[in-house]
């Protein structure tokens, strides 16, 4: 048995090629077709022959299954003993001495003396409020309103001041400024990097995904300047810090996560580089079945997927040169029908769901032409593939829902709001896990942000003072506000709004009721128009 990140695989080697498949001639009544209406299709670059009948596989050449279940790993479940803890697990100590470090130093850069020093409490206060400003809909919204005394949230004011929290969101960093130039010639990500590997790494340590994995592209919107920013007119952003995504298929849980550097320093774009982020992004598992888009989807790929345990179904272009002119032509075929393509490792599917509408295929877990009998008649390939293919978009979309971004043009400060609405969905998923009678994600978000808030709030509580009363008063006289004498002069500090416009300040009182009055509004002065 080997155990890798928590979970226990059957032993191979794997310097193997992968699961051996040895071609066997199937039977007329299994094969599904006679040994004389099989067919042969070459590919297009003529260097891969299909066939039209599936290949019987030995058994025992399958991929190997967990043998440990799916979700949080010993070490979270251990550590998740409330829902602040759980949060911490994605945002520890080590994260957040760097930050309160890099902080500090730029705080005292920029501010000289004046600056106040960031201890832990305030930084999670600001985590906090930021949380906080995803679950009320805040995201994009002036921070002055939030602090607004009649629009804004009670809890802001009471947390910290306004101007403390833009100071903080101003000058907080994540590396060294004097350093940084010297190192984004070498590194684009050198602004970010410490703190940025840190938590990537931390992902996969807590939690273990179920059989089904999705991998996808995820444009985080962003107009500033970056030096790696990409453009796409198909996504909603169109602009934006590119993510490509592996996370699990059922609970949305993000396992890992890379981040697109631009082109390559000679400046030429990379070779087979869509198959080579399948292959980083889900290092690390075996026996699983990996679904993604057309974007990535290739006869290498699932091949090299092969040889680490893994299948993959996904979505293929028609102008990949692996592919049969047959299964790519629509001319002459009916609308829902399938072809079907068959090597020892590798099964692909035609189908037509509409006119002039071909949807391509391709699977290394699939073994036989399998079609649904609903009115649609799907392939079982594309029902498999329909189930799990929008992973990373309902991933995407159930984090914009509560995203704490606001606007900047720091594209670091954009990854770390990135970094905190995937922790804080990655605690729900771990605190849901290990308290299955947990509430919604909007509650568990809520019950976060007020943890992270509360030690600040202690913090800035005032100290009661004693009171005192005299022996021949009782507490309710003391407690009594005196209304200002009539014939008495009231002292600067009682300087109050007219009782009729509210918006003249005065001194002035009217001598029979006591309300303070403007001279435009008195009749005869110190008299208001009810007392005239």
């Not at 403007?518 to 009749?523: I, L």
Request: net charge positive.
């Amino acid at each position: 048995m080997a155990d890798f990140n928590g979970v226990q695989y059957e032993s191979m080697d794997m310097e193997d090629e992968g699961p051996e498949t040895t071609l066997v001639e199937p039977p007329n009544d299994t094969a599904g077709d006679s040994s004389e209406d099989k067919e042969l299709l070459q590919s297009k670059d003529w260097k891969l022959l299909w066939c039209s009948s599936p290949f019987i596989r030995k058994s025992g050449s399958s991929i190997k299954k967990l043998k440990l279940k799916p979700g949080p790993t010993k070490y979270a479940s251990s550590h998740a003993k409330d829902i602040k803890s759980c949060f911490q697990l994605f945002m520890p100590n080590s994260i957040e001495n760097i930050i309160l470090h890099m902080t500090n130093k730029e705080g005292r850069r920029v501010h000289k003396e004046s600056w106040t020093i960031l201890d832990r409490i305030d930084l999670q206060a600001f985590i906090g409020l930021m949380i906080l400003t995803g679950v009320y809909r805040s995201k994009n919204e002036r921070i002055e309103s939030l602090w607004h005394d009649r629009t804004g949230r009670t809890i802001f004011q009471t947390v910290m001041p306004v101007n403390r929290f833009l100071i903080i969101s101003r000058i907080i960093r994540f590396d060294d400024h004097e350093t940084t130039c010297a190192r984004f010639q070498k590194d684009t990500l050198a602004p970010i990097r410490d703190v940025w590997d840190k938590w990537v790494d931390l992902l996969p340590c807590m939690y273990n995904p179920g059989t089904e994995v999705t991998v996808g592209e995820w444009l985080v919107p962003f107009r500033g300047h970056c030096p790696f920013r990409h453009c796409s007119l198909r996504k909603p952003g169109r602009c934006g810090i590119k993510l490509w995504v592996a996370c699990d298929a059922k609970s949305g849980y993000v396992w890992n996560v890379l981040l697109d550097g631009g082109k390559a320093a000679d400046g030429k774009p990379e070779k087979n580089g869509d198959a080579r982020v399948v292959l980083d992004v889900t290092k690390g598992l075996r026996g699983h079945n990996v679904t993604c888009d057309r974007s990535f989807t290739s006869y290498a790929l699932g091949k090299e997927l092969l040889k680490r345990n893994l299948t993959m179904v996904g979505m293929v272009r028609q102008s990949k040169p692996e592919l049969p002119l047959q299964l790519v032509d629509t001319k002459g075929r009916g609308i829902l029908s399938s072809k079907f393509a068959f090597t020892q490792t590798h099964a692909l599917v035609s189908y037509i769901p509409r006119k002039y509408k071909n949807v391509l295929v391709m699977s290394t877990r699939h073994s036989s032409a399998g079609i649904s009998s609903k009115v649609s008649k799907k392939p079982s390939l594309i029902l498999d593939y329909d189930r799990y293919k929008r992973g990373v978009d309902n991933l995407n979309r159930s984090i914009n829902a509560y995203s704490c971004k606001q606007k900047t043009s720091r594209w670091p400060l954009v990854l770390f709001f990135t970094m905190l609405d995937v922790s804080a969905s990655n605690a729900s998923v771990v605190w849901a896990e290990v308290n299955p009678d947990s509430a919604k994600r909007r509650t568990f978000l809520e019950e976060l942000g007020k943890a992270l808030v509360s030690p600040q709030m202690e913090k800035q509580k005032p100290v009661p003072r004693p009171y005192t009363y005299s022996s021949d008063t009782t507490v309710k006289e003391q407690a009594a506000v005196k209304p200002p004498d009539a014939n008495s002069t009231p002292s600067k500090s009682k300087r109050k709004r007219c009782r009729v416009c509210a918006r003249n300040k005065t001194r002035t009182v009217c001598q029979n009721c006591n309300a303070y009055i403007c001279k435009v509004h008195a009749v005869i002065t110190p008299h208001c128009y009810s007392c005239k």
